[in-house]
């Protein structure tokens, strides 16, 4: 493998349409470490961000992506391609509200 191929280079696609990225991830990050920088760089002036990892679904290929696996496990062949950038899809899910609280 080439340098090249061990990193892949990712956008995060924000429910309203915009995006996070592109940014270069090696692929041993994990998916929980992903979250962690979107959470980081999430846009000040949106509401309703997500405040921790277990907020954010991330989709890949019309795929829920797990925290424990790496960029690399969750690639498929069009990821290979040179100088392609990989869009996941950001859903954010507000905290659920506790029972009896109003």
């Known amino acids: 493998m080439s340098g090249a191929q061990e990193?892949?280079?990712?956008?995060?696609?924000?429910?309203?349409g915009s995006d996070i990225g592109p940014k270069s991830f090696p692929i041993a990050t994990n998916v929980a470490t992903m979250k962690e920088n979107i959470i980081?760089?999430?846009?000040?002036?949106?509401?309703?961000?997500?405040?921790?990892?277990?907020?954010?679904?991330l989709i890949s290929g019309g795929r829920i992506l797990e925290n424990n696996i790496t960029v690399g496990e969750c690639r498929g062949p069009l990821y290979d391609i040179p100088g392609g950038v990989t869009t996941m899809h950001v859903v954010v899910q507000p905290p659920a509200k506790e029972?009896?609280?109003?």
């Open 7 to 16: 990193q892949l280079e990712i956008k995060f696609r924000l429910i309203d």
């Open 40 to 57: 980081s760089q999430w846009p000040k002036d949106k509401q309703n961000g997500p405040l921790t990892v277990k907020d954010i679904k």
């Open 99 to 102: 029972k009896g609280l109003v």
